[in-house]
Nanobody
Framework: QVHLVESGGGLVQAGGSLRLSCAAS????????MGWFRQAPGKEREFVGG????????YYADSVKGRFTISRDNAKNTVYLQMNSLKPEDTAVYYC?????????????????WGQGTQVTVSS
């Protein structure tokens, strides 16, 4: 059974940084591309970014490009989301997800497994 656990969320002031982690189990992690999404209150879930199974291809939403960085450690079955220069509009629940059809971790990929999410709150 696939299990994804996000951690690292919290409360931070605008301009600050956080690093989210997503630990995966129940799958051969190194063969799957991964994505990060977020959902703010009253809004639809949106794609934040993705990383290919080998880490060589990265995708980011325009809203986070230049501020957020995705990486992965296949030896630890973990994908990371480093968030810098945080803004109040980054406040949301952040989710990691596994690409289960194809390999391109873009916004229109099929994500078959999801974590439970971690709350990120950015105060102004």
């Amino acid at each position: 059974q696939v299990h994804l656990v996000e951690s690292g969320g919290g409360l931070v002031q605008a301009g600050g940084s956080l690093r989210l982690s997503c630990a995966a189990s129940g799958l051969t992690f190194s063969t799957y591309s991964m994505g990060w999404f977020r959902q703010a209150p009253g809004k639809e879930r949106e794609f934040v970014g993705g990383i290919s199974w080998f880490g060589g291809s990265l995708y980011y939403a325009d809203s986070v490009k230049g501020r957020f960085t995705i990486s992965r450690d296949n030896a630890k079955n973990t994908v990371y989301l480093q968030m810098n220069s945080l803004k109040p509009e980054d406040t949301a629940v952040y989710y990691c997800a596994v690409v289960t059809v194809g390999a391109i971790p873009g916004p229109r990929a099929t994500y078959g497994y999801w974590g439970q999410g971690t709350q990120v709150t950015v105060s102004s």
